[in-house]
């Protein structure tokens, strides 16, 4: 059979030749009008440019397509209205394909070639913190919807968040254990991310501060599948609850094969764990397990049903913390430039940072000295596979 | 004293329970070096999409046994998916490297990493970029021997980790026997001791690249299977990460040498999991790829690969 098909490629070698020039000319022909393209100003001139850099493909999938519909409801809603300045927002989003190296040549991009007056982005805070310092040197602000760990703002005062901190975060999951009463609690972090290891430490430092114990601690790669060795050694240390700073990509897995060796003690975790496929993948193995995040679906107030609302009538699924989280980033973003009245980086960068009680999805955000988002954390539980508001901590 | 040997014992049985589905995916990676001499880059994400086409399949197997999962569900569905990813393997010998056979390696090698991104991000496009959970084609359990046997009852398997270590074996051994006792076999034999004489003597090595494509595609695709009753989310991007492993496994068996590539990816598993368990995660792959330069420093062709005289 199959070489009934042979003469179709010695048929297709003379012809080989004429595709080969042919594509070098159009490939010429492109890249002139590229070249061209570039050097002239095609824009148009009455657009407000923000560049926003996301993973929405890869590993992180769920969190960059969660925060990208988010922030580009808020711009719809902005342009609805009028847009700002008596411009348009023109939003450019870039997929990092949640890959270390891309976003600083995503945001290379933004600043030298789209010229962009501010940059949003990223949820993890390896990217942010790759980004960040390119932002800074250029004195372009960058808003972060959900990169908690602290070092991300640190590198400079063009650079803000919207979430808590991981010192926060980690703090508030530590008081909790320990309210719970347990004493023994093993760690297993995500290595390969900043923001993994980060919340770990707050963790152990604070639930060690009031006299718990740490009985193990392990870690592992993202994209690792297999993490029988890791339990297998905590099993049989005999942990009260296990601390698991991770993404919901590994922590499902994790949940599920804890389960299955026997591990029946309950799972704590950060805003990582919120993803579109945790319970999916896990089913009913993170029964009894609890989390720290941003916001909560089920939250009666009238912003967040509102918000709820249109959220559901766009894209035909409920926000998560990324979608809400996305969306109060270019909202204080607009709200910075309008009060700026102009787009220039430095007075933009002070209005930002002048950001106070902006009433957002995840709660009142008013911006610390640090640049940090001041507000509370909700942690939620899991029942029968699905999410349970348990309570809420203000800072 | 007892525990300590317990904790081994299990993280010996975890590290066999991973190293068997490295051995399936290194043994596709060493057939198609000992035919073709050049390094398949897309055969991981072979195993990914076997793991895909069980997504897709599953539930609608699952329909046919009746919404029940069990073993019937389980070998039909390996049996689909091998078909499966038997015929995308050939279909990818056949478009990419069919036309490239009388060009350098190095094309040919460059063309498999373009088919291995081409597969990841065209995988990410069609099937989305976040994790799927896989169906449930079999009710997992843990099992552990009776508790009147002492201390040893503590130790215990993953049935789904049971299953696929079985599933391995049988897929060895019916692998040994196509290649030890078959035409198409001792034609794969032949073309791969010498491929000139191999077609000299009749043999059509076309046909024969092919089903090697397609014997190893299948394991891919096996393992795919296996590796997803265990861990039940996969992703577009899952095939890098093992293909890489089966990679050095198949390298470090003696790449071209089937045996060593099973033995190869055991050794890989259980190194890894040893490692996991005793030293830190974090130094994990340093020291696979190192235990791997080791090896190959005291013996280049690899644990049980025969030297051969380089033709120039």
New interface residues.
Partial sequence: MIEVFLPIFTLARPLAKTIVIMKTLVFSVLATVGLAASLLPLRAADDIVIGEFASLTGGNASFGQSSHKGTQLAVDEINAAGGLLGKKIKLITEDDQSTAGQPATIVQKFINQDKVVAVLGEVASSKSLEAAPICQQNKIPMISPASTNPKVTEVGDYIFRVCFIDSFQGTVMAKFAQSKGWKRVAVLTDVKQDYSVGLAKFFVEGFKKNGGEIVKEQSYSSGDRDFKAQLTSMKSLKPEAIFLPGYYTEVSLIAKQAKLLGLKCPLLGGDGWVGDSLLKVAGNSLDGSFFSCHFSAQDKSPVVQGFVEKFKAKNGALPDDMAALGYDSAMILAEAIKKADTTDGDKLREAIAATKDHPGITGKITLDKDRNAEKPATILTIANGAYKFEQSVAP | MA?KII?FL??LI??L??GSIYALIALGYTMVFGVLRFINFAHGDVYMLGAFAGFYIGPRMLHLFGDKPGYGVLVSMLLVTMILCALIGVLIE?LCY??LRDRPKLTVLITAIGVSLFLE?GG?FLF??????FPEILT???LSLPESWGRISEL?I?LSAAISMLVTVILLFGLRHIVLHTKMGMAMRALSFNPVAASLMGINN??VI?FTFGLGSALAGAAGIL?SI????I?P??G??AGLKAFVAAVLGGIGNLPGAALGGILIGVI???V??YV???Y??AIVFGVLILILLVKPTGLLGASEQEKV
């Fill in positions: 525990d904790l299990q993280q975890n590290g329970a991973q056949w069919r036309p991000n990410q989305g970029a976040d994790p799927k959970s997992d359990s843990y215990g993953q076309s046909v092919a590796t265990q861990q039940p989310s992703d991007l899952m890098v990460n890894e999991t040893m996991v368990g830190s995660p974090t994990r792959d």
